[in-house]
T-cell receptor, first 113, second 115 residues
Framework: KNQVEQSPQSLIILEGKNCTLQCNYTVSPFSNLRWYKQDTGRGPVSLTI?????NTKSNGRYTATLDADTKQSSLHITASQLSDSASYICVVSAVGSQGNLIFGKGTKLSVKP | DSGVTQTPKHLITATGQRVTLRCSPR?????VYWYQQSLDQGLQFLIQ???????AKGNILERFSAQQFPDLHSELNLSSLELGDSALYFCASSVGHKGNTGELFFGEGSRLTVL
């Protein structure tokens, strides 16, 4: 069964600190993996999209890694800011999935001053 | 601003009623997707349309239906509403080439409350 598991479920860090969010998936055959940021009550916003051949992708202070062999991805946030407080969602697409992306339940990050 | 417009932003109705949610995709995007997000839950894929035709179906209830019109806007119809249908409903759009889900752009959602 295609699944995406994220950890931790929630995380509290102090402003300025770094953090890493994890995503494990069992989606097959793999097409791409995406990370989205979702502010409370708002629509998700894309951070990165990674295909099978990409190991690392950055978007400002956000860096995503992908290990297609172990089916794991991580999202590293550097020098966190209060505005980073949000849910971070890992989404995996299977080849030929015709739009049925598999969403993780997200990690809720709270950045405290 | 993602370029995807959803209306209404908020909707309160009673059990047994019917509502219609509307989505206008980004200019040039042919694919429209609908998702449901219940409180503190992940997004659940409901249905996808590509250029007016249904392309994929997810966990969409029989009481729900959708369509995409020639101008590419889409509507999600929810009928015989139950308390459990209370959720955020998101629309997303993408260029959507056949067999390939491109980058998704989400609207701000329609929050449905069923009393």
């Amino acid at each position: 069964k295609n699944q995406v598991e994220q950890s931790p479920q929630s995380l509290i860090i102090l402003e300025g600190k770094n953090c890493t969010l994890q995503c494990n998936y069992t989606v097959s055959p793999f097409s791409n993996l995406r990370w989205y940021k979702q502010d409370t009550g708002r629509g998700p916003v894309s951070l990165t999209i990674m295909t099978f051949s990409e190991n690392t992708k950055s978007n400002g202070r956000y860096t995503a890694t992908l290990d297609a062999d172990t089916k794991q991805s991580s999202l590293h946030i550097t020098a966190s800011q209060l505005s980073d407080s949000a849910s971070y969602i890992c989404v995996v697409s299977a080849v030929g999935s015709q739009g049925n992306l598999i969403f993780g339940k997200g990690t809720k990050l709270s950045v405290k001053p | 601003d993602s370029g995807v417009t959803q209306t209404p932003k908020h909707l309160i109705t009673a059990t047994g009623q019917r509502v219609t949610l509307r989505c206008s995709p980004r200019s040039g995007d042919l694919s429209v997707y609908w998702y449901q997000q219940s409180l503190d839950q992940g997004l659940q894929f409901l249905i996808q349309y590509y250029n007016g035709e249904e392309r994929a179906k997810g966990n969409i209830l029989e009481r729900f239906s959708a369509q995409q019109f020639p101008d590419l806007h889409s509507e999600l119809n929810l009928s015989s509403l139950e308390l459990g249908d209370s959720a955020l409903y998101f629309c997303a759009s993408s260029v959507g080439h056949k067999g390939n889900t491109g980058e998704l752009f989400f609207g701000e959602g329609s929050r449905l409350t069923v009393l």
